[in-house]
C-alpha cells in the first residue's frame, strides 16, 4: 500500500513561527490565575497504530447507549472504531463518511473533528477539502455540519458552515478548518478553527437551537457570517479546544516548537486567552517533512476520559497524533495521556510535570516521557519513576535529560552525553541538578544480566540493578 500523504504538509509546524509574530485580542483572560495552576500529565498510552492511511485529523469520540466507547480516525474518509473505553481503540475501523461529489467542496475528502450529542441524534463537525493538489502544496479547506441518527455509522450532510473569505490558490492552503467544536454552556457551540491565510486561531459560534447557522467573532462581536465573513485573529492557541465544565473556562492546546512544546491556552470568556509559561509536553521540533530526526505530535485534543465529550466534567485526557524519530507517515499513532489540573489560590513554583515512567517486560527495560513504539510497543507499565519538568526551571540548576537508543536498547543522559554507540532520539525533560522540596532522586541504573538500562527512584535500583550515577531530582510522583 502506497503510504497516504499527509493533509497539509507542513501546517503546524508553520503555525508555531506565527505565533512569536502575531497576539490575539487584549483581554487578558479575566479570572484566570494561569501561574496558580499544577499539572501533571501521566505516562503515555499509545492507544492506536501505527497506521500508514488514517490517524490524519483530531481523534473525536462519544459514548455509546450501552457505555462503549466510539471513536473517529480520518484521512479524506472518516472511520468509526469501537472499544470499552477511550484506551482500548486498537480495534477494526469501518468507513462511515467518504469524499464528496466530483466539484464539491468535499471531493478531497472529509474529516470528522468533532461531535456533540443531541437528544435524539449525532452532530457532527466535518472539515472537508476541495481543488487539491498536495504535491503542490495545494488544498481549500472549510467545514460542514452532519447529522447521524444511527450513533456515527452513517451521516447526512447538511452543508458547508464555515469558509475563509479567500478561495482556491494555485500552489497554497486557503480558508478554515482543522476545527474543534464545543458546547459553551450558554446556549452557543464554538468552533476554533486555523485560517490558512495568516496561521491564526479563529472563533465562531452558533446557537446549539440552531447550529446550522454560525457567526465569527470579529473586532469584538459575533456578527460576521460564517460563510466567508470576516475574523479577527485571538492568537494561535491552536484548534484542539475542550470546555472546562467546573471552571467554565475554554482551555486549547497547540504544538508549538518555538515555545518548546505542547503549549496550553485557557480563557473564560471564549475568545480572550492566557498561555501557561510552561509546555504541558517537551518537543524538540514539529518538522513535518518526514522521516526527520525529531518526533512530531500533532493534532492534540483535549477529551473526557470518561465520556470522549469535549466538555470535560471528568478526568481530563490529551490525545495526539504521534510519530516517532526517524520514522515518516507510515508510522502514525494514537497517543493518550491522563492529565490531572490544580487550581490553586497562589503562583506554584513548578506548574506542569510530565511522568517519567519505566516499562519492562521482565528482564529489559526502558524509561521514558514518550510513547513507545516499534521494538518497544511490547513494553508493559512498571513504574512512575518521577515527574520531569517541560522546561529548565528559573532560579535553580537543572540538567536537561536526553534519551538515547540503540535498537531497542534506550538510556537516559545528561544532554551531550549519550554513550557510544548510542544515537540521542528525544528531550525527555529536565531534572533539577540539587534537591529541592516535592523532589525524589533520579538514579541511571543498569540490568547484571541483559543490556538494559533504566532510572529509580532508590539507590538500589529497585533491586533490579546496579546504580550506575545520579542523574537529577525530579518532581514526586
Same mark, same amino acid.
Given at each position: 500500500?502506497?503510504?497516504?500523504?499527509? $493533509?497539509?504538509?507542513?501546517?503546524?509546524?508553520?503555525?508555531?513561527?506565527?505565533?512569536?509574530?502575531?497576539?490575539?485580542?487584549?483581554?487578558?483572560?479575566?479570572?484566570?490565575?494561569?501561574?496558580?495552576?499544577? @499539572?501533571?500529565?501521566?505516562?503515555?498510552?499509545?492507544?492506536?497504530? %501505527?497506521?500508514?492511511?488514517?490517524?490524519?485529523?483530531?481523534?473525536? !469520540?462519544?459514548?455509546?447507549?450501552?457505555?462503549?466507547?466510539?471513536?473517529?480516525?480520518?484521512?479524506?474518509?472518516?472511520?468509526?472504531?469501537?472499544?470499552?473505553?477511550?484506551?482500548?481503540?486498537?480495534?477494526?475501523?469501518?468507513?462511515?463518511?467518504?469524499?464528496?461529489?466530483?466539484?464539491?467542496?468535499?471531493?478531497?475528502? $472529509?474529516?470528522?473533528?468533532? @461531535?456533540?450529542?443531541?437528544?435524539?441524534?449525532?452532530?457532527?463537525?466535518?472539515?472537508?477539502?476541495?481543488?487539491?493538489?498536495?504535491?503542490?502544496?495545494?488544498?481549500?479547506?472549510?467545514?460542514?455540519?452532519?447529522?447521524?441518527?444511527?450513533?456515527?455509522?452513517?451521516?447526512?450532510?447538511?452543508?458547508?458552515?464555515?469558509?475563509?473569505?479567500?478561495?482556491?490558490?494555485?500552489?497554497?492552503?486557503?480558508?478554515?478548518?482543522?476545527? !474543534?467544536?464545543?458546547?459553551?454552556?450558554?446556549?452557543?457551540? /464554538?468552533?476554533?478553527?486555523?485560517?490558512?491565510?495568516?496561521?491564526?486561531?479563529?472563533?465562531?459560534?452558533?446557537?446549539?437551537?440552531?447550529?446550522?447557522?454560525?457567526?465569527?467573532?470579529?473586532?469584538?462581536?459575533?456578527?460576521?457570517?460564517?460563510?466567508?465573513?470576516?475574523?479577527?485573529? @485571538?492568537?494561535?492557541?491552536?484548534?484542539?479546544?475542550?470546555?472546562?465544565?467546573?471552571?467554565?473556562?475554554?482551555?486549547?492546546?497547540?504544538?508549538?516548537?518555538?515555545?518548546?512544546?505542547?503549549?496550553?491556552?485557557?480563557?473564560?470568556?471564549?475568545?480572550?486567552?492566557?498561555?501557561?509559561?510552561?509546555?504541558?509536553?517537551?518537543?524538540?521540533?514539529?518538522?513535518?517533512?518526514?522521516?526527520?530526526?525529531?518526533?512530531?505530535?500533532?493534532?492534540?485534543?483535549?477529551?473526557?476520559?470518561?465520556?470522549?465529550?469535549?466538555?470535560?466534567?471528568?478526568?481530563?485526557?490529551?490525545?495526539?497524533?504521534?510519530?516517532?524519530?526517524?520514522?515518516?507517515?507510515?508510522?502514525?499513532?494514537?497517543?493518550?495521556?491522563?492529565?490531572?489540573?490544580?487550581?490553586?489560590?497562589?503562583?506554584?513554583?513548578?506548574?506542569?510535570?510530565?511522568?517519567?515512567?519505566?516499562?519492562?517486560?521482565?528482564?529489559?527495560?526502558?524509561?521514558?516521557?514518550? %510513547?513507545?513504539?516499534?521494538?518497544?510497543?511490547?513494553?508493559?507499565?512498571?513504574?512512575?519513576?518521577?515527574?520531569?519538568?517541560? $522546561?529548565?526551571?528559573?532560579?535553580?540548576?537543572?540538567?536537561? @535529560?536526553?534519551?538515547?537508543?540503540?535498537?531497542?536498547?534506550?538510556?537516559?543522559?545528561?544532554?551531550?552525553?549519550?554513550?557510544?554507540?548510542?544515537? $540521542?532520539?528525544?528531550?525527555?525533560?529536565?531534572?533539577?541538578?540539587?534537591?529541592?522540596?516535592?523532589?525524589?532522586?533520579?538514579?541511571?541504573?543498569?540490568?547484571?544480566?541483559?543490556?538494559?538500562?533504566?532510572?529509580? !527512584?532508590?539507590?538500589?535500583?529497585?533491586?533490579?540493578?546496579?546504580?550506575?550515577?545520579?542523574?537529577? /531530582?525530579?518532581?514526586?510522583?
Amino acid at each position: 500500500m502506497t503510504p497516504a500523504r499527509p $493533509r497539509a504538509l507542513g501546517l503546524l509546524a508553520l503555525a508555531g513561527m506565527w505565533t512569536a509574530l502575531s497576539s490575539g485580542p487584549a483581554a487578558a483572560a479575566e479570572g484566570i490565575c494561569a501561574d496558580c495552576l499544577q @499539572i501533571r500529565v501521566g505516562p503515555p498510552k499509545v492507544v492506536r497504530g %501505527p497506521f500508514p492511511d488514517e490517524l490524519d485529523s483530531a481523534f473525536a !469520540s462519544f459514548l455509546l447507549p450501552d457505555g462503549r466507547m466510539r471513536g473517529f480516525s480520518a484521512n479524506s474518509t472518516t472511520y468509526a472504531i469501537d472499544g470499552q473505553d477511550l484506551a482500548d481503540m486498537a480495534g477494526p475501523r469501518r468507513p462511515v463518511l467518504a469524499a464528496g461529489e466530483a466539484g464539491s467542496r468535499s471531493d478531497c475528502g $472529509r474529516w470528522l473533528t468533532a @461531535i456533540q450529542q443531541r437528544p435524539d441524534e449525532l452532530l457532527g463537525f466535518v472539515h472537508q477539502e476541495r481543488a487539491c493538489d498536495y504535491t503542490a502544496g495545494r488544498t481549500d479547506k472549510s467545514m460542514a455540519i452532519a447529522i447521524s441518527v444511527d450513533d456515527g455509522l452513517s451521516w447526512t450532510d447538511l452543508g458547508t458552515v464555515i469558509s475563509g473569505r479567500d478561495g482556491p490558490r494555485p500552489d497554497a492552503i486557503s480558508g478554515e478548518g482543522d476545527c !474543534s467544536l464545543l458546547n459553551g454552556e450558554d446556549g452557543f457551540y /464554538y468552533a476554533y478553527c486555523l485560517r490558512n491565510a495568516d496561521w491564526q486561531t479563529i472563533a465562531a459560534r452558533a446557537r446549539i437551537d440552531a447550529p446550522l447557522v454560525w457567526h465569527k467573532y470579529y473586532e469584538g462581536s459575533w456578527d460576521e457570517p460564517g460563510l466567508g465573513g470576516a475574523a479577527s485573529a @485571538i492568537g494561535f492557541v491552536g484548534t484542539g479546544a475542550g470546555f472546562l465544565a467546573t471552571q467554565g473556562w475554554v482551555a486549547a492546546v497547540a504544538t508549538d516548537p518555538w515555545f518548546g512544546g505542547l503549549r496550553l491556552s485557557l480563557s473564560a470568556d471564549k475568545v480572550g486567552f492566557v498561555d501557561l509559561d510552561e509546555p504541558l509536553l517537551s518537543i524538540d521540533g514539529s518538522d513535518w517533512q518526514r522521516p526527520a530526526e525529531t518526533d512530531l505530535i500533532a493534532y492534540a485534543g483535549l477529551l473526557d476520559a470518561h465520556s470522549g465529550s469535549t466538555t470535560i466534567r471528568g478526568p481530563l485526557l490529551l490525545s495526539y497524533v504521534y510519530v516517532p524519530p526517524g520514522k515518516g507517515f507510515e508510522s502514525r499513532h494514537l497517543v493518550q495521556h491522563a492529565v490531572t489540573l490544580v487550581v490553586g489560590d497562589a503562583p506554584v513554583p513548578v506548574q506542569v510535570g510530565m511522568a517519567l515512567t519505566r516499562w519492562g517486560d521482565g528482564t529489559g527495560y526502558v524509561t521514558s516521557t514518550g %510513547p513507545l513504539t516499534g521494538a518497544r510497543s511490547d513494553l508493559r507499565q512498571d513504574r512512575l519513576v518521577a515527574y520531569l519538568l517541560t $522546561r529548565a526551571p528559573q532560579g535553580s540548576p537543572s540538567r536537561k @535529560i536526553a534519551e538515547c537508543g540503540r535498537g531497542p536498547v534506550q538510556k537516559l543522559a545528561v544532554e551531550g552525553s549519550c554513550a557510544p554507540g548510542f544515537v $540521542r532520539e528525544r528531550t525527555a525533560g529536565w531534572l533539577f541538578a540539587e534537591v529541592q522540596p516535592g523532589t525524589v532522586p533520579v538514579y541511571g541504573c543498569r540490568t547484571k544480566t541483559v543490556e538494559s538500562y533504566f532510572a529509580a !527512584s532508590a539507590a538500589d535500583c529497585d533491586g533490579l540493578g546496579v546504580a550506575e550515577g545520579l542523574l537529577g /531530582y525530579g518532581l514526586t510522583p
